[in-house]
Protein backbone atom coordinates (compact mmCIF):
# COMPACT_ATOMS: atom_id res chain seq x y z
CA UNK A 1 0.00 0.00 0.00
CA UNK A 2 1.35 3.48 -0.65
CA UNK A 3 -0.34 6.32 1.29
CA UNK A 4 -0.34 9.97 -0.42
CA UNK A 5 -1.01 13.23 0.92
CA UNK A 6 -1.37 16.54 -1.08
CA UNK A 7 -1.14 19.99 0.24
CA UNK A 8 -0.93 23.93 -0.66
CA UNK A 9 -4.07 24.27 -2.79
CA UNK A 10 -5.89 27.18 -1.58
CA UNK A 11 -7.90 30.41 -3.14
CA UNK A 12 -6.12 32.95 -5.44
CA UNK A 13 -6.72 35.76 -7.74
CA UNK A 14 -5.62 35.01 -11.36
CA UNK A 15 -2.35 35.57 -12.28
CA UNK A 16 -1.01 34.00 -8.91
CA UNK A 17 0.98 31.23 -7.76
CA UNK A 18 0.60 28.32 -5.73
CA UNK A 19 2.77 25.49 -5.21
CA UNK A 20 1.31 21.58 -4.57
CA UNK A 21 3.31 19.00 -2.84
CA UNK A 22 2.32 15.33 -2.67
CA UNK A 23 4.48 12.83 0.40
CA UNK A 24 4.60 9.23 -0.83
CA UNK A 25 4.84 6.99 2.43
CA UNK A 26 7.17 5.31 -0.02
CA UNK A 27 9.19 5.01 -3.51
CA UNK A 28 6.66 4.40 -6.59
CA UNK A 29 7.85 4.19 -9.62
CA UNK A 30 5.18 6.75 -11.40
CA UNK A 31 3.53 9.71 -9.87
CA UNK A 32 1.42 12.54 -11.40
CA UNK A 33 -1.12 15.29 -11.24
CA UNK A 34 -4.81 15.00 -12.13
CA UNK A 35 -7.15 17.75 -11.98
CA UNK A 36 -11.06 17.47 -12.19
CA UNK A 37 -13.74 20.40 -12.19
CA UNK A 38 -17.39 20.51 -11.26
CA UNK A 39 -18.98 18.60 -13.77
CA UNK A 40 -16.21 17.08 -16.05
CA UNK A 41 -13.88 14.48 -16.31
CA UNK A 42 -10.60 13.91 -14.28
CA UNK A 43 -7.87 15.08 -16.96
CA UNK A 44 -4.24 14.66 -16.75
CA UNK A 45 -1.60 17.29 -15.85
CA UNK A 46 1.57 16.16 -15.42
CA UNK A 47 3.47 12.58 -15.13
CA UNK A 48 6.86 11.28 -14.03
CA UNK A 49 6.91 7.74 -15.79
CA UNK A 50 8.45 6.05 -19.01
CA UNK A 51 9.62 9.12 -21.11
CA UNK A 52 9.61 12.38 -21.13
CA UNK A 53 7.23 14.56 -18.65
CA UNK A 54 4.08 15.65 -20.87
CA UNK A 55 2.11 18.98 -19.86
CA UNK A 56 -1.76 18.87 -20.86
CA UNK A 57 -1.91 21.75 -23.64
CA UNK A 58 -3.74 23.73 -21.36
CA UNK A 59 -1.03 24.27 -18.90
CA UNK A 60 2.24 24.02 -20.81
CA UNK A 61 4.78 26.95 -20.07
CA UNK A 62 2.57 27.79 -16.60
CA UNK A 63 2.88 24.57 -14.71
CA UNK A 64 5.88 22.64 -13.63
CA UNK A 65 5.72 19.61 -12.41
CA UNK A 66 9.14 18.03 -10.18
CA UNK A 67 10.03 15.30 -8.11
CA UNK A 68 12.41 15.06 -5.06
CA UNK A 69 12.97 11.18 -4.94
CA UNK A 70 14.85 11.33 -1.82
CA UNK A 71 11.65 12.76 0.01
CA UNK A 72 9.23 11.15 -2.29
CA UNK A 73 7.68 14.02 -2.97
CA UNK A 74 6.30 15.85 -5.92
CA UNK A 75 5.64 19.09 -6.34
CA UNK A 76 3.46 21.38 -8.94
CA UNK A 77 4.47 24.86 -9.26
CA UNK A 78 1.57 26.45 -10.61
CA UNK A 79 2.05 29.83 -12.74
CA UNK A 80 -0.14 32.53 -14.23
CA UNK A 81 -3.19 30.65 -12.83
CA UNK A 82 -6.64 31.14 -14.64
CA UNK A 83 -10.25 30.64 -13.39
CA UNK A 84 -10.25 27.53 -15.92
CA UNK A 85 -7.62 26.09 -13.38
CA UNK A 86 -10.10 26.09 -10.66
CA UNK A 87 -10.91 22.11 -9.59
CA UNK A 88 -9.44 19.34 -7.49
CA UNK A 89 -5.88 18.57 -7.78
CA UNK A 90 -4.96 14.60 -7.03
CA UNK A 91 -1.64 12.78 -6.75
CA UNK A 92 -1.32 9.65 -8.47
CA UNK A 93 1.08 7.25 -7.79
CA UNK A 94 1.82 3.66 -9.14
CA UNK A 95 4.45 1.01 -8.38
CA UNK A 96 4.60 -0.37 -12.12
CA UNK A 97 6.77 0.88 -14.88
CA UNK A 98 4.13 2.69 -16.47
CA UNK A 99 4.41 5.69 -19.01
CA UNK A 100 4.44 9.47 -17.94
CA UNK A 101 1.10 9.90 -20.29
CA UNK A 102 -0.82 6.81 -18.25
CA UNK A 103 -4.57 7.12 -18.39
CA UNK A 104 -6.03 7.75 -14.77
CA UNK A 105 -7.94 4.62 -14.70
CA UNK A 106 -4.68 2.35 -14.84
CA UNK A 107 -3.37 4.10 -11.82
CA UNK A 108 -4.01 2.41 -8.37
CA UNK A 109 -3.37 5.04 -5.85
CA UNK A 110 -4.54 8.42 -4.98
CA UNK A 111 -4.45 10.67 -2.69
CA UNK A 112 -7.06 12.55 -0.95
CA UNK A 113 -7.21 15.71 -3.24
CA UNK A 114 -6.71 19.20 -2.70
CA UNK A 115 -8.74 22.30 -3.77
CA UNK A 116 -7.44 24.96 -6.60
CA UNK A 117 -9.76 27.91 -6.60
CA UNK A 118 -8.90 30.89 -8.98
CA UNK A 119 -11.24 33.59 -8.76
CA UNK A 120 -10.87 36.56 -12.04
Known amino acids: QVQLVESGGGSVQAGGSLRLSCVAS?????MGWFRQAPGKEREGVAGYGVGATRYADSVKDRFFVSRDFAKNTLYLQMNSLKPDDTGMYYC??????????????????WGQGTQVTVSA
Open 92 to 109: AADTRVLSSQVEASKLTY
Open 26 to 30: RYTYY
